[in-house]
Protein backbone atom coordinates (compact mmCIF):
# COMPACT_ATOMS: atom_id res chain seq x y z
CA UNK A 1 0.00 0.00 0.00
CA UNK A 2 1.12 3.39 -0.46
CA UNK A 3 -0.47 6.34 1.32
CA UNK A 4 -0.15 9.64 -0.50
CA UNK A 5 -2.13 13.11 -0.43
CA UNK A 6 -3.96 11.99 -3.84
CA UNK A 7 -4.32 8.78 -5.59
CA UNK A 8 -2.01 9.78 -8.35
CA UNK A 9 0.98 10.86 -5.92
CA UNK A 10 0.56 7.82 -3.91
CA UNK A 11 0.27 5.71 -7.16
CA UNK A 12 3.30 7.03 -8.33
CA UNK A 13 5.61 6.44 -5.30
CA UNK A 14 4.63 3.38 -5.38
CA UNK A 15 5.50 2.42 -9.02
CA UNK A 16 9.25 4.41 -7.57
CA UNK A 17 9.32 2.00 -5.13
CA UNK A 18 8.28 -1.10 -6.78
CA UNK A 19 10.60 -0.28 -10.14
CA UNK A 20 13.56 0.23 -7.48
CA UNK A 21 12.57 -3.08 -5.68
CA UNK A 22 11.72 -5.39 -7.80
CA UNK A 23 12.99 -3.91 -11.50
CA UNK A 24 12.52 -6.71 -13.39
CA UNK A 25 9.43 -7.65 -11.78
CA UNK A 26 7.96 -4.25 -12.72
CA UNK A 27 9.10 -4.32 -16.38
CA UNK A 28 6.54 -7.51 -17.16
CA UNK A 29 3.85 -7.07 -14.30
CA UNK A 30 0.92 -4.78 -13.48
CA UNK A 31 1.14 -3.85 -10.60
CA UNK A 32 -1.73 -1.34 -10.59
CA UNK A 33 -3.53 -4.37 -8.07
CA UNK A 34 -0.67 -5.05 -5.73
CA UNK A 35 -2.39 -3.05 -2.52
CA UNK A 36 -4.34 0.32 -2.36
CA UNK A 37 -2.73 3.47 -3.53
CA UNK A 38 -4.85 6.57 -1.77
CA UNK A 39 -4.89 9.04 0.76
CA UNK A 40 -5.61 7.97 4.11
CA UNK A 41 -9.67 8.03 3.66
CA UNK A 42 -9.09 5.46 0.62
CA UNK A 43 -6.72 3.43 2.29
CA UNK A 44 -9.21 3.32 5.65
CA UNK A 45 -12.57 1.89 3.00
CA UNK A 46 -10.21 -0.45 1.40
CA UNK A 47 -9.72 -1.88 5.28
CA UNK A 48 -13.09 -1.62 5.96
CA UNK A 49 -14.30 -3.73 2.48
CA UNK A 50 -12.80 -6.24 4.08
CA UNK A 51 -13.05 -6.21 7.80
CA UNK A 52 -17.34 -6.17 6.71
CA UNK A 53 -16.18 -9.19 4.93
CA UNK A 54 -15.17 -11.12 7.75
CA UNK A 55 -11.52 -10.35 8.02
CA UNK A 56 -9.73 -9.44 10.94
CA UNK A 57 -5.95 -9.89 10.73
CA UNK A 58 -3.91 -7.53 8.15
CA UNK A 59 -0.49 -7.72 7.20
CA UNK A 60 0.77 -4.11 5.64
CA UNK A 61 3.54 -3.71 3.47
CA UNK A 62 4.19 -0.16 2.56
CA UNK A 63 5.13 0.34 -1.43
CA UNK A 64 7.47 3.37 -0.65
CA UNK A 65 11.05 4.24 0.01
CA UNK A 66 10.13 5.70 2.92
CA UNK A 67 9.02 2.67 4.96
CA UNK A 68 8.67 5.08 8.29
CA UNK A 69 6.93 7.80 7.02
CA UNK A 70 4.42 5.31 5.70
CA UNK A 71 4.28 3.38 8.84
CA UNK A 72 4.09 6.86 10.59
CA UNK A 73 0.73 8.03 8.15
CA UNK A 74 -1.37 4.80 8.37
CA UNK A 75 -0.93 5.56 12.70
CA UNK A 76 -1.77 9.33 12.81
CA UNK A 77 -4.23 9.25 10.21
CA UNK A 78 -5.93 5.56 8.78
CA UNK A 79 -5.81 4.08 11.97
CA UNK A 80 -8.06 6.73 13.81
CA UNK A 81 -10.56 6.60 10.63
CA UNK A 82 -10.69 2.77 11.28
CA UNK A 83 -11.02 3.03 15.23
CA UNK A 84 -13.96 5.40 14.90
CA UNK A 85 -16.07 3.01 12.33
CA UNK A 86 -14.94 0.31 15.21
CA UNK A 87 -16.17 2.63 18.13
CA UNK A 88 -19.13 3.46 16.13
CA UNK A 89 -20.29 -0.01 15.42
CA UNK A 90 -19.94 -0.94 19.13
CA UNK A 91 -21.97 1.60 20.00
CA UNK A 92 -25.20 0.90 18.03
CA UNK A 93 -24.73 -2.55 19.14
Not at 9 to 15: K, P, V
Not at 78 to 86: A, D, F, I, M, S
Amino acid sequence: MNIGDSKDQAASAFGQYISSYYPELSKSVDLSNWGPVGNPETIAEWFKRFHDAGVDHFICRFGDLDQFGQVERFATEVLPVLRGREQATANTQ
